[in-house]
């Protein structure tokens, strides 16, 4: 299921943006679930949310009535790159989505 | 997108017409080589020379005792290595505080790597240095202290004057950054008490590019820049003529009118804050009131997303500025309000919004109503 598609939303920070969406892109495919995975900088464009399956945000940009999929705060993020309980929540949904 | 609203004149301000005027004068007529023994070179001395008077004025001192760098970045830099490189390093202590401009931290850091003891000094809870903290770090081998005179984040005014009555009393060289305070506070070297000062044009409507540093008559500083006597020898190079034109007439324009400008600043510094306070009560303005410079907010808006905030505020054309930037492997929090000791959250939730003559109180209305609309979004949830 490479075609599902995990869209990592960040801001100002490029260089944060892509070492969390390739940290998340290597962690999916360790577990088992491998994805593509996209960066999106709202810097760029902020009125027109990516299409993807699964958006995760490092800051709060779009809602999922905006996306049309579920969207997950990931912040802790910029701080931990391994957070637990963010990157739990990241690989249910992924989970959750495969299984379906 | 609407029109834009420029919001951050602590980071730059737009050219002044008459300093356009001046700078494109300089470029048409006055080409010459200022070193040169001709009458084209004669022309871009007399400008220069005028500049150097108009700077002077600005700042109450004698022309001679300015020398013209590349911006304030370079005038701390020369104040600092200028003065210290004159002594051994173990036996030249520097004392600064830890809210510094990054010109000076960084010129700091560069000091300790060459041996050189630094003492960074911590400030209150409103980023204000107390004089005797000042007192209490001085060594028998202190050389200088530098310390800002208003600053860039908070807009907190430090006790200058104070400082620099400690400084002479212990006979030690004293530096003020002065760039966020020249367009609005009535500069005078004696009265502070300085002994170097530096400024920058584009700060005070001016260009980018030039600034100055106040060197007291008598002084000596090693230079930087060697090759050649421009600025007593002390900054070699032919000199940016057209940019010290700029610098000269930028200094005109805020001189005229700092008492006036400084009370309508304050006025709608005070209009921005109610407005602000009465969108959300969880708006916290950082600094203290009567100890900030009426040009500069800092405002944290507590379970907000700075960031996401300034992107929405720049997707309707308000341009502010964010209190954190990122690095290679974080977001790195402001060090001025790291210093203040203010929580992790109130710091990731803060913005600069800094005010200029251009400013309006229908500018600040149009941001108000703006804010009032995005804040729901930007929430970090």
Redesign the interface.
Same mark, same amino acid.
């Given at each position: 299921m490479t075609n599902y598609r995990v869209c990592v939303i960040g801001?100002?920070?490029g260089? @944060?943006l892509y070492m969390v969406a390739e940290h998340i892109s290597e962690l999916l495919e360790k577990a088992g679930y491998p994805c593509n995975v996209k960066s999106h900088s709202?810097?760029e464009n902020?009125?027109q949310p990516p299409a993807a399956n699964l958006v995760l945000q490092l *800051?709060?940009?779009f809602t999922e009535a905006e996306t049309g999929c579920p969207v997950i705060?990931i @912040?802790p993020l *910029?701080?931990d790159l391994d957070h637990p309980a963010t990157i739990e929540k990241v690989l249910k949904q992924v989970q959750a989505d495969y299984i379906a | 997108m609407s029109s834009r609203i420029y919001l951050d004149y602590c980071a730059t301000t737009p050219i002044h017409a008459s300093v356009r005027e001046q700078i494109l004068r300089a470029l048409d007529t006055s080409f010459g080589n200022p070193s040169s023994m001709h009458w084209a070179g004669a022309d871009s001395k007399q400008m220069i020379k005028q500049a150097r008077v108009d700077v002077a004025d600005g700042i109450r001192c004698l022309p001679d005792e300015l020398t013209f760098t590349s911006g304030a970045t370079e005038a701390d830099n020369l104040a600092l290595f200028g003065t210290l490189r004159r002594f051994p390093a173990n036996n030249a202590h520097f004392i600064t505080s830890s809210i510094e401009h990054h010109a000076i931290l960084h010129a700091a850091k560069q000091l300790e790597h060459d041996g050189y003891s630094v003492t960074y000094l911590p400030v209150n809870e409103y980023g204000l240095v107390n004089p005797e903290d000042v007192r209490r770090a001085i060594r028998p081998e202190t050389k200088l202290i530098s310390i800002m005179y208003v600053n860039n984040e908070v807009g907190s005014i430090q006790p200058i004057a104070e400082i620099g009555r400690i400084a002479r009393e212990y006979k030690i060289l004293f530096h003020t950054d002065a760039v966020q305070a020249i367009g609005l506070f009535d500069v005078n070297v004696d009265q502070l008490n300085v002994d170097l000062l530096s400024l920058s044009a584009h700060k005070i409507y001016g260009p980018k590019g030039i600034g100055a540093l106040y060197i007291r008559s008598g002084l000596e500083l090693i230079p930087m820049i060697v090759g050649g006597p421009q600025e007593h020898s002390l900054r070699a190079g032919t000199e940016n003529v057209p940019g010290i034109a700029g610098l000269g007439a930028s200094m005109n324009v805020v001189r005229q009118g700092r008492a006036d400008e400084r009370v309508r600043l304050g006025g709608l510094r005070k209009y921005l804050v109610d407005g602000l306070q009465a969108i959300s009560p969880a708006v916290i303005v950082n600094g203290l009131d009567e100890k900030v410079a009426p040009h500069v907010l800092s405002v944290s808006f507590i379970g907000v997303d700075a960031e996401m905030l300034l992107i929405r505020l720049n997707g309707e054309g308000i341009a502010v500025s964010l209190g954190s930037a990122c690095n290679s492997k974080s977001i790195e929090p402001s060090h001025v309000l790291t210093a203040m000791k203010l929580p992790r959250e109130q710091i990731e939730s803060t913005l600069r919004i800094s005010l200029g003559m251009p400013t309006t109180r229908d500018e600040l209305n149009t941001l108000l109503g703006v804010i009032t609309r995005v804040l729901p979004r930007v929430l970090v949830q």
């Amino acid at each position: 299921m490479t075609n599902y598609r995990v869209c990592v939303i960040g801001g100002w920070c490029g260089n @944060r943006l892509y070492m969390v969406a390739e940290h998340i892109s290597e962690l999916l495919e360790k577990a088992g679930y491998p994805c593509n995975v996209k960066s999106h900088s709202v810097w760029e464009n902020y009125t027109q949310p990516p299409a993807a399956n699964l958006v995760l945000q490092l *800051l709060p940009a779009f809602t999922e009535a905006e996306t049309g999929c579920p969207v997950i705060m990931i @912040r802790p993020l *910029l701080v931990d790159l391994d957070h637990p309980a963010t990157i739990e929540k990241v690989l249910k949904q992924v989970q959750a989505d495969y299984i379906a | 997108m609407s029109s834009r609203i420029y919001l951050d004149y602590c980071a730059t301000t737009p050219i002044h017409a008459s300093v356009r005027e001046q700078i494109l004068r300089a470029l048409d007529t006055s080409f010459g080589n200022p070193s040169s023994m001709h009458w084209a070179g004669a022309d871009s001395k007399q400008m220069i020379k005028q500049a150097r008077v108009d700077v002077a004025d600005g700042i109450r001192c004698l022309p001679d005792e300015l020398t013209f760098t590349s911006g304030a970045t370079e005038a701390d830099n020369l104040a600092l290595f200028g003065t210290l490189r004159r002594f051994p390093a173990n036996n030249a202590h520097f004392i600064t505080s830890s809210i510094e401009h990054h010109a000076i931290l960084h010129a700091a850091k560069q000091l300790e790597h060459d041996g050189y003891s630094v003492t960074y000094l911590p400030v209150n809870e409103y980023g204000l240095v107390n004089p005797e903290d000042v007192r209490r770090a001085i060594r028998p081998e202190t050389k200088l202290i530098s310390i800002m005179y208003v600053n860039n984040e908070v807009g907190s005014i430090q006790p200058i004057a104070e400082i620099g009555r400690i400084a002479r009393e212990y006979k030690i060289l004293f530096h003020t950054d002065a760039v966020q305070a020249i367009g609005l506070f009535d500069v005078n070297v004696d009265q502070l008490n300085v002994d170097l000062l530096s400024l920058s044009a584009h700060k005070i409507y001016g260009p980018k590019g030039i600034g100055a540093l106040y060197i007291r008559s008598g002084l000596e500083l090693i230079p930087m820049i060697v090759g050649g006597p421009q600025e007593h020898s002390l900054r070699a190079g032919t000199e940016n003529v057209p940019g010290i034109a700029g610098l000269g007439a930028s200094m005109n324009v805020v001189r005229q009118g700092r008492a006036d400008e400084r009370v309508r600043l304050g006025g709608l510094r005070k209009y921005l804050v109610d407005g602000l306070q009465a969108i959300s009560p969880a708006v916290i303005v950082n600094g203290l009131d009567e100890k900030v410079a009426p040009h500069v907010l800092s405002v944290s808006f507590i379970g907000v997303d700075a960031e996401m905030l300034l992107i929405r505020l720049n997707g309707e054309g308000i341009a502010v500025s964010l209190g954190s930037a990122c690095n290679s492997k974080s977001i790195e929090p402001s060090h001025v309000l790291t210093a203040m000791k203010l929580p992790r959250e109130q710091i990731e939730s803060t913005l600069r919004i800094s005010l200029g003559m251009p400013t309006t109180r229908d500018e600040l209305n149009t941001l108000l109503g703006v804010i009032t609309r995005v804040l729901p979004r930007v929430l970090v949830q």
